[in-house]
Nanobody, 119 residues
Framework: QVQLVESGGGLVQPGGSLRLSCAAS????????MGWFRQAPGKQRELVAT???????NYADSVKGRFTISRDNAKNTVYLQMNSLKPEDTAVYYC?????????????WGQGTQVTVSS
C-alpha cells in the first residue's frame, strides 16, 4: 500500500504564491507519473500539471507560465510552485501518482489540500 501526504495549501491574496508538496511512502517499487489535479466547487476535477520520472512536464493552459511542477525522485515527492495566483485558482488540489511494478501500474490519490485565493 502507498500513502500520499500533501501539504502547503492555504489562503493567499491574488497575485500571491503558494508551494504544494506531496510525499509518497509505503510499498513503492517505482513511481512513473506524478501530478496535481484540482476541483473547484460545482466543477469536475481537472488536470493541473504532470511530471514523468524523466522530468518531462505537462501543464493545463490555464496555469502555463504561472505554475511549476517538480519532483525529487530520491524523496518520492512532487511539488507545485504556484505564482501569480488568481481567484479562479481556488480549489481543492489533489496529488496523484502512478506507482509501477514489473507486473502492473496503480494510481493513488492524496487527500486533497484547499487553496483559496481571495482578497
Amino acid at each position: 500500500q502507498v500513502q500520499l501526504v500533501e501539504s502547503g495549501g492555504g489562503l493567499v491574496q491574488p497575485g500571491g504564491s503558494l508551494r504544494l508538496s506531496c510525499a509518497a511512502s509505503g510499498s513503492i517499487f517505482s513511481i512513473d507519473i506524478m501530478g496535481w489535479f484540482r476541483q473547484a466547487p460545482g466543477k469536475q476535477r481537472e488536470l493541473v500539471a504532470t511530471i514523468t520520472s524523466g522530468k518531462f512536464t505537462n501543464y493545463a493552459d490555464s496555469v502555463k507560465g504561472r505554475f511549476t511542477i517538480s519532483r525529487d525522485n530520491a524523496k518520492n515527492t512532487v511539488y507545485l510552485q504556484m505564482n501569480s495566483l488568481k481567484p479562479e485558482d481556488t480549489a481543492v488540489y489533489y496529488c496523484n501518482v502512478v506507482v509501477t511494478t514489473p507486473l502492473r501500474a496503480t494510481n493513488y490519490w492524496g487527500q486533497g489540500t484547499q487553496v483559496t485565493v481571495s482578497s
